[in-house]
């Protein structure tokens, strides 16, 4: 669908260049604002934006400080820097990137199962160093994946997708949402306190925001316990990350591999040091293949809501507040 729009679109932020590409081939009008300064801009250049695309967050100030903005285009599922409830009382619609990155977002997940049980980072850097050489076989690990259970907080698309990439491993799969679902025979468990008791491997799969706010804290840390793994391809919002550190650095859990951090791209340098610790830069739908799909289908929202169709993948937000296609009048 190309779309002759002259809606003003704002990009918010640094922003993925394929998926900029693609907003300035269906608007005429795209400006690319990196920096996130809205003082850059002129009142008559705030109030000519009417659509936003953003890879990460926006203040509810930033928001407020564009008057005739519509719709805010999230690159990305997880929209916890979007204030999804306060645009929808100015009548804003959000999109969100939901399914086109489950499947990347999963494969990375495994992977990084994988490396933390078997310490493949540090076995990979015996081999890179030379250390095989010089001193011998790198030691056998400690865990392996046989008889594992894993533990899944937020059974949701992506957290189901890797539930059936581990069931190939012979894995058993139990899991923690706030609803149970009909759907699965992967027994429930109402609190993560209790599903942390009852596996090796803890897997945060949910969305980060306030319901889930430093839910892994050091109570469910303990319950996990000397021999637990915490794997977390969510948001770093919900692992109290202090806490964490501590039960790394003192043995409470084993280990854990990460792909998302309490205030990215910082890293605490205590938590660097722990080689029990395995440490992605937030790349777990970063290849160029998904990322293209998720820009475009921002674009797409962008380009439907101006159309007056139904928008592809609006936020619940949206849709309760009766914001799934632009109004007419
Ligand atoms: O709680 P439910 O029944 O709504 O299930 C959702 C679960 N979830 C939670 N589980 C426990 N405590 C919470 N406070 C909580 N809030 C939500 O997380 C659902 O099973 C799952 C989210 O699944 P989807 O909405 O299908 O999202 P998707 O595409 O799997 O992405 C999940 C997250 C993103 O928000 C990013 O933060 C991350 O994965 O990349």
Not at 35 to 44: P, R
Not at 59 to 81: K, Q, R
Not at 94 to 105: A, G, M, Q, R, S
Not at 158 to 175: P, Q, W
Request: charged content about 25%; proline content about 4%; overall charge negative.
């Amino acid at each position: 669908m190309t779309d002759s729009s002259d809606a003003g679109v704002l990009v918010f932020g640094p922003y993925n260049a394929d998926g900029l590409a693609e907003l300035q081939r269906r608007f005429r009008s795209v400006r690319h604002l990196a920096t996130k300064d809205l003082s850059l801009l002129s009142d008559e250049e705030r109030a000519s934006v009417r659509a936003l695309a953003v890879g990460g967050v926006i203040s509810n100030a930033d928001l407020d400080a564009l008057p005739n903005v519509e719709i805010v285009g999230h690159f990305g599922v997880g929209y916890d820097g979007v204030d999804a409830a306060h645009a929808a009382k100015r009548g804003i619609a959000v999109t969100n990137t939901p399914d086109v990155l489950t499947d990347e977002v999963a494969d990375t997940a495994v992977a990084l199962v994988l490396m933390t049980v078997r310490e493949l980072h540090l076995a990979e850097a015996h081999a890179r160093s030379g250390e095989w050489e010089r001193s011998g076989a790198y030691p056998l690990t400690r865990f392996s994946m046989r008889r594992k259970v894993v533990g899944i907080m937020g059974l949701g698309r992506i957290g189901l997708a890797i539930a059936e990439r581990l069931e190939a491993f012979g894995v058993r799969i139990k899991y923690h949402n706030r609803t149970r679902r009909t759907d699965v025979a992967y027994p429930y468990y109402e609190t993560l306190a209790d599903l942390a008791k009852a596996v090796d491997i803890l897997l945060i799969a949910a969305p980060g925001g306030a319901s889930t706010d430093k839910a892994v804290n050091a109570e469910v840390l303990a319950k996990l316990g000397p021999d637990g793994i915490l794997i977390n391809i969510g948001r770093g919002s919900t692992v109290d990350e202090p806490a964490l550190i501590e039960a790394l650095e003192n043995g409470t859990i084993a280990s854990a591999g990460l792909d998302v951090f309490a205030d990215e791209p910082r890293i605490p340098e205590r938590l660097r040091a722990l080689p029990n610790a395995v440490l992605l830069p937030h790349v777990a739908s970063a290849s160029r293949d998904t990322r293209i799909a998720m820009g475009d289908l921002v674009a797409e929202n962008l380009s439907r809501w101006f159309c007056g169709n139904k928008l592809s993948t609006p936020v619940p937000e949206s849709v309760e507040a009766g914001l799934a296609q632009r109004r007419k009048g």
